[in-house]
Structures are given as C-alpha cells and as structure tokens.
C-alpha cells in the first residue's frame, strides 16, 4: 500500500534555529497536512494545503512557521527560529480529495527535540 | 480548547472480551468522525468512521456508535485481540482539518 513518508525521523537542534522537515505524500493526492503532537497530549492541526497555497490553518501556525511544495513530490513544514515548546512530533498527512470518505493517510512523523 | 474529549487516558481489557472506547465532543458542526489507531513511533491509521447521519458503522471486529444528541460516540471492538493493543484517536472533521482528542492507550491483555 502507498504511504506517506517522512523525514528525518529523529531531529535535533537549538532553540532559534531553523528546521525543515520533510514529507513525500503519496502520489496521487491532492490535500497535503501537517498535524503535531507534544508529548502526553492531543494531535493538533496546523496547516492544509491544496493547489499550492494554505487552505486552512490554525493558531498555531503562527509566522514562525511556513509550507512549501518546492517540486512535485516534496512537501515540507519549516520552523524559522524553533523555540522549547516547538519539541513534538510532527505529522504529515495527505488524502486524494476532500470528500468526507476520503481517508487521511500519516506519515510515521518526524521528532523535533529543541534544545 | 477540546472540541474532541476522550476521557479515559488508557483501558485494559482481557483478549476475548470486548473493548468500548469512548469520545464526546463539543461543537455540533462536525459531521464526521472517525477513530484512528497509533502504534508507537508510528503514524495514526485509519481504522473506521461515521458519518453524522448514522447512528452505527461496523467493519469486522470494530463498530463504532454514535449518538448525536449526547454528542458520544463509541467504538466496540469484539473480540478483542493482543494486536488490538494500541493509542486510539477518537477524531471530528470541521471544515478541512481534523479536530483529534488525546488518545485513550488499550492494553489487550492475554
């Protein structure tokens, strides 16, 4: 079965920094996601994505944070100047519509650990 | 704010028996819901939904209930296998995103 498919799985870096984590969502779909969950608590929405721009996204995605889709596979989630609080694992998710039987697939995400 | 509220962080259950997983939400917009299942370092699955103008989905050993006016619903698994053991997502779709409640951790035990 296709998948989404993420990298790296483990992320380190200092507080301030910039990060990118990847995701190549399966081929064919068309709404791309990122969800993140801090350690102990719920998975959260952060952005979609269709047709190349920011579809939906929550308070969260604040200016730190920005989506690109640099080429026909890649989907990435950059972090301009990471903070503590930033330390979750994040998830990027894809589906070929937006009908509501369409199934969200995830990739198995990317830990960041700001230090 | 938790629209999507699954109350039980975690429940253990003997292999056999069943397992009942529960969820209430809050906003009365959502029309759909689904539960997803996570193992660890891994991403959530899909596992089954319903939609709004149902009261019961069932596909194999997993059902899921729900009940509008309470905003509850449910998800039955029966009988419940040592594999079944995982974090499951109790999760609400409003507009294009998924509002997800924290998990409730099963532990299926022999």
């Known amino acids: 079965e296709p998948e989404v498919t993420q990298t790296p799985s483990h992320q380190v870096t200092q507080m301030g920094q910039e990060v990118i984590l990847r995701c190549v969502p399966i081929?064919?779909?068309?709404?791309f996601y990122w969800y993140r969950q801090i350690l102990g608590q719920k998975v959260e929405f952060l952005v979609s994505?269709?047709?190349?721009?920011?579809?939906?996204k929550s308070e969260i995605f604040d200016d730190q944070f920005s989506v690109e889709r640099p080429d026909g596979s890649n989907f990435t989630l950059k972090i301009r100047s990471t903070k503590l609080e930033d330390s979750a694992m994040y998830f990027c998710?894809?589906?070929?519509?937006?009908?509501?039987?369409?199934?969200?697939?995830f990739g198995s995400g990317t830990q960041l650990s700001v230090l | 704010d938790q629209q999507v509220k699954q109350n039980s962080p975690s429940l253990s259950v003997q292999e056999g028996r069943i397992s009942i997983l529960n969820c209430d939400y809050t906003?009365?917009?959502?029309?759909?819901f689904l539960w997803y299942k996570k193992y660890p370092a891994e991403g959530p699955t899909f596992l089954i939904s319903?939609?709004?103008?149902?009261d019961k989905n069932e596909d194999g050993r997993f059902t899921v209930f729900l009940n509008k006016s309470a905003k509850h619903l449910s998800l039955h698994i029966v009988p419940s296998q040592p594999g079944d053991s995982a974090v499951y997502f109790c999760?609400?779709?409003?507009?294009?995103?998924?509002?997800f409640g924290k998990g409730t951790s099963l532990l299926v035990t022999p």
């Open positions: 081929s064919n779909h068309l709404y």
């Open positions: 319903i939609s709004s103008i149902k």
């Open positions: 994505f269709y047709n190349n721009e920011i579809s939906e």
């Open positions: 999760a609400a779709q409003g507009g294009y995103a998924l509002n």
């Open positions: 998710a894809s589906r070929k519509g937006v009908s509501l039987n369409e199934k969200l697939f």
């Open positions: 906003n009365s917009m959502f029309d759909y």
